[in-house]
């Protein structure tokens, strides 16, 4: 199903269109958390403070699929939006050549460079390394998959189809739980059961997402005698996604200093943030999904000349966001001690859990508003101003903390206090390039 979004109510548009986003981020972190669960409960502490340990270099072997991702997504959303649909085959061939090939770069430098990572950079105490590092490499041979799932995604959400992927992470997640089970509980595989786990189910969910996409929509499917890779189109891809690659690889690099100075408090504070890490990121994702709709909504009317929706469709989003961060924060709030305990965490890593969570429910609601603005800025092509935003945001929250911990002002707590003071400052860029009016000026796609 392909949706027009430059006609009708834009408050409806954009949340029929967020909500199957929602509930498939929702289905993500579930199996996610269920992960921890498993890990935290049949084999340790430790074993969930090693796999939360690696999450940063995940997101850093993943920024190039969603950053280049977000940057084809927002092209096919234009190219749908002015009714080009003859470009939308070259533009999926492209999209799918280019990031299955960097998929490969991706995979092999983290097979080899995670040593590294882990020991060097991150500083990950030796009780902890050789789990973190044997679940690393066995996610590394899935990257692939997760190219590919990536690619998909965004080109779906371009043309306004974000139901299917709702069916695909519940494929996803419907396969992997069982596994994660089957080879942690029922094998004893450790860490490297659920890393193998999440490798099967990302396939899968990958390959059906394949076979959907080329069936339910034959404009994209190739066609014989058809050029399959268009090198300006690539550059377009690059134009639209490079700025967001810079910021996710930003994101992940500040996540990986950010994961050291949490390593350097020891494996108690390592398991607080990996159990209380995992309930946050339920917090942030009525935020995404918001963000991700309102990106498509932007991208289609930008597409189609009705600049007079885009500012009605942007507080919508904002007013629906904000509601809803703010309804569970308060959940969170209240729950958090009995949320941090499900993953096996005791004493000390259960009272720093909570602390954690109980703070930054606190401020959530700042986080709602400074992602719809990244969102409607990428909507409109105008990709290098919340990718700036975010690389400043993220830099003030790492020199905040690092300073408190050097001066010994908070102790650990510097962890998670630096972090509303990053989003105030991303948010006052992003609305300062909102009010400039700049984003008026940025084209539309043009191949």
């Not at 020991?119 to 009780?127: F, G």
């Not at 969910?205 to 050029?227: C, D, H, N, Q, T």
């Not at 929706?309 to 924060?329: C, E, H, K, P």
Request: aromatic share 10%; with cysteine.
């Amino acid at each position: 199903m392909k949706i027009d979004m430059t006609t009708g109510a834009e408050w409806r548009h954009i949340l029929l269109f967020t909500l199957p986003i929602m509930a498939g981020n929702l289905l993500q972190q579930l199996y996610n958390a269920v992960d921890g669960v498993i890990v935290g409960n049949f084999v340790g502490s430790n074993a969930l403070a090693a796999v939360g340990t690696t999450i940063p270099l995940v997101v850093l072997l993943l920024a190039l699929a969603m950053g280049l991702g977000m940057g084809g997504g927002v092209i096919v959303a234009q190219l749908f939006g002015a009714a080009e649909h003859d470009k939308l085959r070259r533009a999926a061939s492209t999209i799918l050549i280019f990031l299955t090939g960097l998929s490969l770069l991706a995979t092999g430098a983290g097979l080899l460079l995670a040593p590294a990572f882990l020991r060097h950079l991150m500083q990950v105490p030796e009780e902890i390394f050789e789990m973190s590092l044997l679940y690393i490499r066995i996610y590394c041979l899935g990257l692939v998959f997760q190219f590919l799932y990536n690619a998909v995604a965004a080109m779906l959400r371009g043309l306004g189809n974000s139901r299917a992927i709702l069916f695909f992470l519940l494929i996803a997640s419907i396969v992997n739980i069982p596994l994660s089970l089957l080879f942690v509980a029922g094998f004893h595989w450790s860490v490297g059961g659920a890393a193998v786990a999440t490798v099967i189910s990302q396939a899968i969910s990958a390959v059906i997402s394949l076979i959907y996409m080329f069936r339910r929509f034959p404009e994209f499917r190739p066609k014989s005698g058809e050029g399959l890779f268009d090198l300006k189109l690539c550059k377009l891809i690059l134009k639209f996604g490079g700025p967001a690659v810079l910021q996710q690889s930003t994101v992940a690099i500040g996540f990986l200093f950010m994961q050291r100075l949490i390593n350097s408090f020891g494996p108690v504070t390592m398991q607080a943030v990996a159990a209380a890490g995992r309930i946050d990121q339920f917090l942030a994702i009525p935020i995404f999904a918001f963000q991700m709709g309102l990106t498509t909504f932007i991208g289609q009317n930008i597409g189609a000349g009705r600049i007079d929706r885009v500012r009605r469709g942007l507080w919508a989003a904002q007013g629906m966001s904000f509601a809803m961060a703010a309804v569970l924060s308060i959940a969170v709030y209240l729950f958090a001690p009995a949320a941090v305990s499900i993953f096996g965490v005791e004493a000390l890593a259960l009272g720093q859990g909570v602390a954690y969570l109980r703070y930054i429910a606190l401020f959530i609601v700042l986080f709602s508003v400074y992602k719809g603005l990244c969102g409607f800025l990428q909507g409109t092509g105008d990709v290098l101003a919340p990718s700036i935003s975010v690389t400043i945001a993220l830099t003030t929250r790492i020199v905040v903390a690092y300073l408190l911990v050097h001066f010994d002002i908070l102790g650990y707590t510097a962890i998670w206090a630096a972090v509303p003071m990053g989003w105030g400052v991303g948010l006052t860029l992003v609305l300062i390039r909102y009010l400039s009016g700049a984003w008026k000026s940025k084209g539309i796609v043009h191949i």
